[in-house]
């Protein structure tokens, strides 16, 4: 009997660890448990399949067990995609059609959030048309249309994370921000954080915010993440200006840390009790010891840059070092305590941009990115640089390569494909 209850809980921590449920996988840091993914691949090798979508996109795609779900613009349609990832056959399509078209950047296409679920249900935030949650038929399950309008030059893209029996949404970036948890079950609010960024009004000068002044170059683009702090789980966000802490069961702000600029693309990334936060627009980075109360600036930031590359992504930690993969095209590591540069390599690869908007995945020591020019690279997660492979795909992509189970799926521009 021992050995049955053994076998069973094995057979269910290996499904766990095959699954990507959400952007930036289980954790929210993008780490995978995994052993044996694929390392080198091209157009035509180790493709199990290709299928080719409708629009452009640059959300992530996320997995569980046959289900490959995937948000994409169609039209006036914004909608969520479920695949058979046996042979990419598309099983259902759902969305809405929206009310009022948004602004947003060119390089910014609709549905930028990626889908998230937790093997039951999938909710998609779909900006200023709402939250939504369907079953993994594709039956609607609820909807929030009343959550406000999303409104910023360049779009949105913060994606909803699971956690228990709660949904979290950083609704925003624009003059409404506010971060939102909801009952996963219902859609029904049970807490609400307004954040107060200053879009929309007179400025100081700022270096940092790209134009002095400006009250449009304002906002955060991050997806809250989760990390226990003392034994006790807490939400992380990079807003405008600052990182900050909430309990995640009454939306109470725990504690902030100063240091970022206007402008935040990435979401917070952990190890242990070390934070990572870092700006966009050639901005800000700081490093931080989670913990206390209130404001922490002085006590336990570990470091800070006032100014570093452009940053579209996210990065991930291991064993104490970071690694990033910058917007301009460079690769670097970083030193998880002190914040200082081990090394810095450009990737060259066969597109016509090298410049980058993936996030690191990194699993069994190797880090994987690919560029807007869709060149994917698996580099090494070490205190040196070490090239593992660059493979070419041909199609432009901004979103992050998902593993799950042996396989990889990448979405560009054109297609969702699976890698084995």
């Known amino acids: 009997m021992k050995a049955f209850f053994l076998l069973f809980a094995l ?26 993914l694929p390392v080198k ?53 759902q969305g809405v059609t929206t009310a009022e078209k948004e602004p947003t950047h060119g390089t910014n296409p609709y549905c930028s959030a990626s889908p998230v679920t937790d093997g039951e249900r999938v909710i998609v935030s ?9 079953d993994f038929a594709g039956k609607e399950l609820w909807k929030r249309t009343d959550l406000g309008k999303q409104i910023h030059i360049w779009g949105n893209a913060a994606s909803p994370v699971i956690h228990g029996d709660l949904c979290f949404l950083n609704f925003g970036p624009g003059e409404t921000t506010y971060l939102l948890a909801v009952d996963k079950n219902t859609g029904k609010t049970l807490w609400k954080h307004d954040e107060e960024t200053g879009y929309g009004k ?5 270096p940092a915010a790209g134009k002095r002044g400006d009250p449009t170059f304002i906002g955060s683009w991050t997806t809250p993440t989760l990390i226990k702090v003392e034994g006790k789980e807490q939400v992380l966000m990079s807003w405008p200006r600052r990182l900050a802490a909430y309990d995640p069961a009454n939306g109470k702000e725990l504690w902030t840390c100063a240091g970022l600029n206007p402008l935040v693309y990435t979401s917070p990334i952990a190890e242990g009790e070390s934070v990572v936060a870092m700006g966009g627009f050639g901005g800000s980075a700081i490093g931080v010891r989670a913990g206390g109360s209130g404001d922490i600036t002085e006590s336990r930031r570990l470091w800070h840059h006032p100014r570093s590359p452009q940053r579209i992504a996210s990065g991930a930690i291991h064993e104490g070092r970071i690694y990033i993969h910058n917007d301009p095209g460079t690769a670097m590591c970083l030193d998880l305590k002190t914040g200082e540069a081990l090394w810095t390599e450009r990737l060259k690869g066969e597109g016509k941009s090298g410049t980058n908007w993936s996030s690191v995945m990194l699993a069994e020591g190797n880090c994987y990115t690919i560029t807007q020019g869709g060149d994917c690279f698996v580099f090494k997660a070490g205190p040196t640089f070490e090239l593992v492979s660059m493979n070419p795909l041909g199609e432009p992509s901004n979103s992050s390569v998902v593993p799950s189970n042996g396989e990889l799926f990448i979405r560009t521009h054109a297609a969702l494909w699976c890698i084995k």
């Open 41 to 93: 691949w091209s157009k035509t090798e180790h493709v199990k399949w290709r299928v080719a979508l409708p629009e452009r996109g640059n959300s992530t795609p996320i997995v569980w067990g046959e289900r490959v779900f995937v948000t994409q613009p169609v039209g006036e349609r914004r909608t969520l995609m479920c695949f058979d990832r046996k042979d990419g056959k598309l099983l259902w399509q």
């Open 11 to 36: 057979t269910v921590s290996s499904l766990h660890a095959a699954n990507w449920p959400a952007w930036r996988g289980p954790t929210g840091q993008g780490i995978c448990e995994e052993k044996g």
């Open 202 to 206: 007179p400025q100081t000068a700022d």
């Open 126 to 134: 779909f900006a200023s048309d709402g939250l939504f949650c369907y």
